[in-house]
């Protein structure tokens, strides 16, 4: 995997001759503004983000340039991290979270609106992108998006030799036991009720029980339900076919040159993760220092060819090469976006619903 590691050497010289003379770092609040707020208190920010999902090198950046400590904690799973954040019982500061699960922190009063004062970066962020986020996040008032991508199917071309179009490659038993699907609830729910041709944020109590009852069929096929597991299992070629996220593509390409990814003709899940501050995070202005810093054009055109996840950074874009810029996987293009939905909060009755179900598919 590539790095920038002329960026980083350089990155870090800066910071360390800024740091000795006192004068503002570039990534760290543009005016100033950031890193003067963020010294007012104490010099920590605790960070709870997917695993895998920075380049670690920049944490050392990061502390270097403004001297705030990173306590860095991870989770797989928006599932897994949100009862977490409900119970307060840790007080992270600023958090990495999908679109439904903000929009379910915002209705639950788990966030507090973002200072921009203190997050001059938020200029390289495009218009488009900030748009998008509005669906979930009127206003672009609590969140600031990281990276986005779609869910497709990850496949090896050399024992998949049919043309990949559709989500129905996935119940075809002659794949019994080579079959990887998601971990996430919504993420494999959302798999069965575009095949079944419904959005994937029905409501619809007999639909979901479809979708449901899918999953339970297609349950003996299934090797296992991963998320990054997935790509690795795939890279070591375990199976044949997996449900993954387009940035583990690249990733998996570069390590096994058969594999492949496709964006399903029925559609698929477009989604984003972005930035949030949780409402009990006792280091605010320390947060939006971090998400300054990871707004900063260079810090996340590394951070991109660290994780491969398309940057809706466009100041970052104009560094990042042409070849990887024009790969749809990458960086999906109008005509896959068309058939895309972002996923949606559902309220609890409904929610209740899908993790019933989905508790009923992995006891089959």
Sequence with gaps: MKKRLCLF???MMAAITCLSCGRSLPGTGGEGKGTEEASKEDNTVVVYNYGDYIDEDLIAVFEEQTGIKVIYDVFETNEEMYPKIESGAIAYDVICAGEYTIAKMMAHDLLQPINYDNIPNIKNIG???LK???QYDPGNQYSVPYVFGTVGILYNTKEVTEPVTSWDILWDEKYSGQIFMSKSIRDSFAVALIRAGYSINSTDEAEITEAKNMLIEQKPLVQG?????????????EGVLGVIYSGDYMEAKNDNEDLAYVVPEEGSNYWTDAWVIPANAKHKANAEAWINFLCDAEVAAQNFDYLWYSTPNVAAQELIEEEYLNDPAIFPDEEILSRCEILAYLEPEVENLYNNAWTEVLSK
Aim: glycine share 0%; with cysteine; charged share 30%.
């Design 225 to 237: 339900y991963f998320v990054d597991q997935t790509r690795d299992k795939m890279i070591a070629e």
């Design 132 to 134: 998008m986020c509005e």
């Design 127 to 129: 218009e488009q992108y």
């Design 9 to 11: 050497l350089a990155m």
